[in-house]
C-alpha cells in the first residue's frame, strides 16, 4: 500500500485488544503517523493512551487542538472530543454526538478524506454501531482504502457489516492480517 500518508483507525466494543494487536505489529520508527479513535466515557480520559502506550514501541500521545500531526507517532482521540484532521494539524470539536459517541469514528475519517484523498487508509474494527461505515465510504469515494475487520473475528459485527454494507473495501481480514497490512503501509520507504 505505497503512498499512505495517514491512517485512520475506528473501534468500539472489543477495540482495546484489536488496537493492542495492531500496535504491536508496527515498527520502532516509521512514517505515517496512526490516528486511533475509540468509543468511551469522559472519565476513562488518558487512561487508553496510557494502556496504548504499554503494547507500542513509539510514541502515543493524545492530541490537543491545532497539535501538529507528526510521523512516527500515534495518536489516540480524546474522550469527549471529535477528532478532525487538516493536513498537518489536529482540530477537537464538541459538535454533538454521532451514533452516540463523541469521538466519532465517521468524524475523523471524513475528515481524513477530505484532506488526505487517495492517500489515506481507514480501518474499521470491531464496533456495536454503525459508526465508521459513512467515513469508510467517504474515504473510498476520495480514493483512499479501506480494511475491515472480518465480522467472524469481531468481538462485536455491528460496525464492520456496516461498513460492508455500505461500500466495496480492499480487504476483510482479522486483525492480525491487517496489523501487518498497516506496519508495511506506514513502514519508511
Known amino acids: 500500500m505505497n503512498g499512505i500518508e ?32 475509540q468509543h468511551r466515557r469522559a472519565e476513562s480520559d488518558g487512561l487508553l493512551v496510557e494502556l496504548m502506550r504499554g503494547h ?51 468524524v475523523l475519517f471524513e475528515s481524513v478524506a477530505d484532506a488526505f484523498g487517495p492517500a489515506a487508509l481507514a480501518v ?3 464496533g456495536a454501531s454503525e459508526d465508521g461505515a459513512a467515513g469508510a465510504h467517504a474515504v473510498k469515494r476520495a480514493g483512499g482504502r479501506v480494511l475491515v475487520q472480518d465480522p467472524a473475528t469481531a468481538e462485536s459485527p455491528v460496525a464492520p457489516r456496516a461498513t460492508l454494507g455500505r461500500t466495496a473495501v480492499d480487504g476483510v481480514l482479522s486483525v492480525a492480517e491487517i496489523a501487518v497490512i498497516v506496519a508495511s503501509a506506514v513502514s519508511s520507504r
Open 6 to 37: 495517514i491512517v485512520a483507525v475506528g473501534a468500539s466494543l472489543g477495540g482495546l485488544k484489536a488496537f493492542e494487536i495492531l500496535l504491536r505489529a508496527l515498527p520502532p520508527r516509521f512514517e505515517s503517523p496512526i490516528v486511533l479513535v
Open 56 to 106: 507500542c514501541r513509539c510514541p502515543v500521545v493524545e492530541p490537543q487542538d491545532r497539535a501538529a500531526v507528526e510521523k512516527g507517532h500515534v495518536y489516540v482521540a480524546p474522550a469527549s472530543y471529535h477528532l478532525l484532521l487538516d493536513r498537518g494539524f489536529f482540530w477537537l470539536s464538541v459538535d454533538p454526538p454521532v451514533w452516540f459517541a463523541r469521538p466519532s469514528i465517521d
Open 124 to 126: 474499521v474494527l470491531t
